[in-house]
């Protein structure tokens, strides 16, 4: 697998598209989803991220609560739902860590993305994004929106930084 270098500066990582990040698994047998059935590839990543030290970020205009319990159930602490306009949010964030524009990786792909994609260190898009976001981005994922995306950067910034499968931690929850 080919790995994006520019991954490792920056400690922190914000995924701002969540409804596009990955679709929900695929379940076999008969009833309603139950989340817990199957875990996807993507929780799986954003949990060694944290073991690992990297800060995983949800900006999202969204205002689903099950996005809050999910990502509150993986340990995620900084999660900004409702953002209408995100890049007060983000700066709000920065300042609250203390942390550059330069530090941060920003995965979006639509327009209320652009602002802080335009700021952000390494700017991050799926396959599918719109032209505009793809103009600027650092990093284009050969995965499309809601197709693993959000897995495919997650582990291209943990195996830049030396981290995916290095040691014990990324063998068990």
Known sequence: MKVYK?????PGLVLGQVSRLDRPPLVFGEGPFHPEQEK????DAIQLAQKKGVRIVILTGGNSHAIQVRYENLGVEDIFMGCSVKIKTYEEFKQKYSITD???IYVG???PDYEIMRRCGCPCCPADACSDIKEISTYISA???GDGVGRDVV???LRAKGLWLSDA???GW
């Open 102 to 104: 330069e530090e941060i």
């Open 40 to 43: 996807q590839a993507l929780e």
């Open 155 to 157: 582990e291209q910034v």
């Open 169 to 171: 931690k990324a063998f």
């Open 109 to 111: 792909d639509d327009i």
């Open 6 to 10: 520019g991954f490792t500066a920056s």
């Open 143 to 145: 995965c499309n929106g």
